[in-house]
């Protein structure tokens, strides 16, 4: 999830407001449709993402994703979808899948880049392709308990975005910026959520 | 990735330190021998993880991530691993896989599960099953540009284990709590990570 459009009131003009076309395989009219029934009932825009995750064996689990609640009703997926995670040869994992920092990595492109899509939709300009790279450092002695000085996530987070469309070079890089603005796992990762952790034992 | 261990000195008596045998799946001697290194040179603990991303279509996204830095140098995953992203219907997707903010839970879930087993093996507790359910609230007044009040990512996450295994209740909860404290997906979430971007346009 990210932005689902830009801030109407500063970056779109009337035009752009009044009768998007579809683009890049973004459905605008229906974008458009849903941001003005949101604004007009304002409790639609309530959501609850889930997942569930259940223990393999060693470092390696797996996750279901499957419904959610929003726009006032619960929904489910296209398909249950699955992910699985694992630690590395090299951090004593079997190497089943991404590491969970790697799907943190993935979110913050996959955000990034649907807003990328729906911004450049909404303004009327034609991608060709969006490519990024992400990449985290992260010092182990935090999680591996040798150091009370090393925090235990990612020291600092890089994401360079590669985009080809119609428009200038600015006008790309702004697409790219108002994606930043309003997008959900960056402002997660940034500014951090209150997570509660419970437990039935 | 998150906890590979517990803090050696305050939850380890000597026999668990000197020779934890293999238990979850977890080659605990392997662990243990992986954390002496470690602590024996520091500069191993580096790691750098990475993923690359690709715009599909509309909303969808394909991420790759295979190759990381770490223990001093170049790693390649057992495998180059997928993972899709998009929008649900309800929010004018294709649906063609999780919403990034989905896999930012799947993270959460997968970092703790495997603090969880590794934790458990080295303090000797054998695990049979851990379950857990995760769930995120977004009000998508922030993303979709409606309110300037309203943060673009989640408000709150909820993380439930159910932990079975032979050892008491507290002894297991005590296990959860530990991973907790040492996981790199939740330190990211709760207090917040720099995060750079860059554009190539």
């Given at each position: 999830m990210t932005q689902m459009t830009m801030d109407t009131t500063t970056t779109?003009?009337?035009?752009e407001h009044k009768a998007p076309e579809p683009m890049n395989g973004v459905d605008t009219p229906a974008l458009f449709a849903t941001i003005n029934a949101v604004g007009g009932q304002p409790e639609l825009a309530r959501f609850q993402f889930r997942a569930?995750?259940?223990w393999v064996d060693g470092t390696h689990s797996r996750s279901t994703m499957s419904g959610f609640f929003g726009a006032g009703g619960?929904?489910?997926h296209a398909a249950v979808f699955k992910a699985d995670a694992d630690h590395p040869a090299v951090l004593c994992g079997a190497d089943n899948g991404p590491t969970p920092v790697e799907?943190?990595?993935?979110a913050l492109a996959a955000c990034l880049t649907a807003?990328?899509?729906?911004i450049a939709a909404a303004r009327g300009v034609r991608l060709r392709s969006v490519e990024s790279s992400v990449e985290g450092d992260i010092d182990l002695r935090g999680i591996l308990g040798l150091s009370d000085e090393v925090r235990?996530?990612?020291q600092a987070i890089?994401?360079?975005f590669a985009v080809e469309g119609d428009?200038?070079?600015?006008?790309?890089?702004?697409?790219v910026e108002q994606s930043r603005k309003r997008s959900a796992v960056f402002d997660i990762l940034t500014n951090g959520v209150p997570v509660e952790v419970m437990v039935d034992a």
């Open positions: 779109m003009d009337k035009a569930q995750s259940r619960e929904h489910v799907f943190v990595l993935h807003g990328i899509a729906n235990n996530g990612f890089r994401i360079r428009a200038s070079p600015q006008k790309l890089r702004e697409i």
